[in-house]
Nanobody
Framework: QVRLVESGGGSVQPGGSLRLSCVAS????????MGWYRQAPGKQRELVVS???????NYVDSVKGRFSISKNSAENTVSLQMNSLKPEDTAVYYC?????????WGQGTQVTVSS
């Protein structure tokens, strides 16, 4: 079965950096998209960034220039480098893998940005 495991969340002061990682297992296809979503308290889950199997990334405007996604297809991992973090980036971050029409989610990792 497909399983996604995130790591790397934590607490950081504004302006700091964190790196999130997601390891996918059980995906037999090489052609799948991945992405990071986040959900802040009282808000809907929103897309942060997605990356296609061909490596094309699409960022939400609020993180452009601060966040960077990278994918290692050989190891089935995707990472999210988050720089210049702001309090409004505080949320639970979820990894997503989209294989054909099926979506698989990780359990989420908390990111807290606070002074």
């Amino acid at each position: 079965q497909v399983r996604l495991v995130e790591s790397g969340g934590g607490s950081v002061q504004p302006g700091g950096s964190l790196r999130l990682s997601c390891v996918a297992s059980g995906i037999r296809s090489r052609l799948y998209d991945m992405g990071w979503y986040r959900q802040a308290p009282g808000k809907q889950r929103e897309l942060v960034v997605s990356i296609t199997s061909g490596g094309i990334a699409n960022y939400v405007d609020s993180v452009k220039g601060r966040f960077s996604i990278s994918k290692n297809s050989a190891e089935n991992t995707v990472s999210l480098q988050m720089n210049s973090l702001k309090p409004e980036d505080t949320a639970v971050y979820y990894c997503l893998a989209r294989v054909s029409s099926l979506e698989y989610w990780g359990q989420g990792t908390q990111v807290t940005v606070s002074s």
